[in-house]
């Protein structure tokens, strides 16, 4: 299993949301590129970068980050927030993300994210799918729909998209662990996916368990950052 992990962006710095509410904020560092080189120099190999500006405003605000990242060091990155059309897909990749991670629009405008496969390859794109009770939310979890997960999982995975994430909104930032039987409903449903858990995460045990059932990556972020789990101990996974 791949750990991937997570950095996410308001203002250019380093922060962490608890359950994707900007109300409960905590800043971990002023300079995400110290804490990227951070993750390589631990020999970790991919980042989940997440522009949280970009999500909030529907427009992707901080590429400058990704630039330097992508520019100064080897991890392979994945970048999302405020993705919204095909210039914006554009600039993820001109600065640098191999993947553009793709959410509410998937759901919201299927016609346009399936041109945006066709035109870039499905391959470059990881999909989120955001998670309450089975049930797919949207837009920073404010929105909820009436979509299933496995529904918009099944759609996407016939259209070519082979890399997607899942998070429980209830468990995300939270540290009490991951929806383990959601995951394994997940991979058992599709077993050829490449499905990375995210929130939740809260101790190696949690990333072993993920390993267990059969996750092929594990996005993780505030146990990284509260020292629940030390960058050291995750040498058990490369």
């Known amino acids: 299993m791949t750990i991937i992990p997570a950095i996410d962006i308001i203002d250019?710095?380093?922060?962490?949301?608890?359950?994707g509410d900007y109300n409960q904020k905590k800043e971990y560092n002023e300079h995400p590129l110290e804490v990227a080189k951070r993750f390589e120099d631990a020999g970790l190999k991919r980042l989940h970068l997440v522009d949280l500006d970009g999500a909030r405003e529907k427009k992707v605000k901080n590429w400058t980050v990704l630039e330097a990242i992508a520019s100064k060091t080897s991890l392979v990155i994945d970048f999302g927030g405020g993705v919204a059309d095909e210039r914006d897909v554009q600039m993820v990749f001109d600065s640098g993300a191999t993947f553009?991670?793709?959410?509410?629009?998937a759901v919201k405008n299927e016609?346009?994210?399936t041109k945006w496969l066709l035109t870039f390859g499905a391959g470059k794109f990881l999909l989120g799918a955001d998670v309450k009770d089975k049930m797919i939310v949207i837009h920073g979890w404010m929105e909820a729909t009436e979509k299933p997960v496995f529904d918009l999982i099944g759609n996407y995975s016939r259209k070519g998209v082979q890399q997607i994430f899942c998070t429980d909104v209830s468990k995300d930032g939270k540290l009490q662990g991951p929806s383990i039987d959601l995951y394994s409903e997940i991979i058992r449903q599709f077993p050829d996916l490449y499905f990375i858990a995210s929130g939740g995460v809260s101790?190696?045990?949690?990333l072993r368990a993920l390993d267990q059932i059969g996750c092929k990556g594990a996005i993780v972020g505030k146990a990284i950052y509260e020292n629940r789990v030390t960058l050291s101990e995750l040498k058990e996974f490369l």
């Open 203 to 206: 101790s190696l045990e949690d």
């Open 100 to 105: 553009a991670t793709v959410g509410s629009i």
């Open 12 to 19: 250019g710095k380093c922060v962490r949301l608890t359950q």
């Open 111 to 113: 016609f346009e994210f």
